[in-house]
């Protein structure tokens, strides 16, 4: 694997973390939310990850025949979670039913805190890959240029 390879894996697992983040933090933001413009209270969100190739097509048939295969990360898409909404009786809020009742979102801040910390753990993990690719690649310059 050459440096550029690793520095593009690395920087996919930051791309899909910052996304996880994202999505993380909409949820903490929505979670009192009880209208959308879509109608109804905010629906709880979540990153699905996949794993892609890194090479290009002709890269791959390269590696195949090396028989090596290396993958990235990327974000296959943000899904909306289907959890039952959480039902308060609130008969003053503007957002009540007939019967007195409010909808919120069933978003659990100790989860949502916990998947931050796992999901900011992996962007970390990310950026030290990447800072020791680029220390490799500055001494591999320093020794060829015999220093």
Do not use: C, W
């Not at 930051?14 to 933090?25: E, G, P, T, W």
């Not at 296959?76 to 007939?98: C, I, S, W």
């Not at 805190?113 to 900011?120: H, I, L």
Request: charged share 20%; aromatic share 8%.
């Amino acid at each position: 694997m050459d440096f550029m390879t690793a520095l593009d894996i690395g920087a996919s697992g930051l791309k899909a973390q910052r996304a996880n983040l994202n999505v993380i933090s909409m949820n903490m933001a929505n979670i009192r939310t009880t209208k959308t413009l879509e109608g109804g209270p905010y629906q709880r969100k979540s990153v699905s990850f996949e794993s892609s190739p890194v090479y290009s097509p002709f890269d791959t048939e390269m590696q195949n025949q090396l028989n090596r295969e290396l993958h990235g990360v990327k974000v296959l898409g943000v899904t909306a979670d289907q959890r039952p909404f959480k039902q308060v009786y609130e008969p003053h809020h503007p957002d009540a039913n007939d019967q007195g009742y409010v909808f919120y979102p069933d978003i659990n801040v100790v989860e949502e805190m916990a998947n931050m910390m796992n999901a900011t753990r992996g962007y970390e993990a990310n950026v030290q890959t990447i800072t020791a690719v680029k220390q490799m690649f500055q001494r591999a310059l320093r020794i060829g240029m015999g220093a």
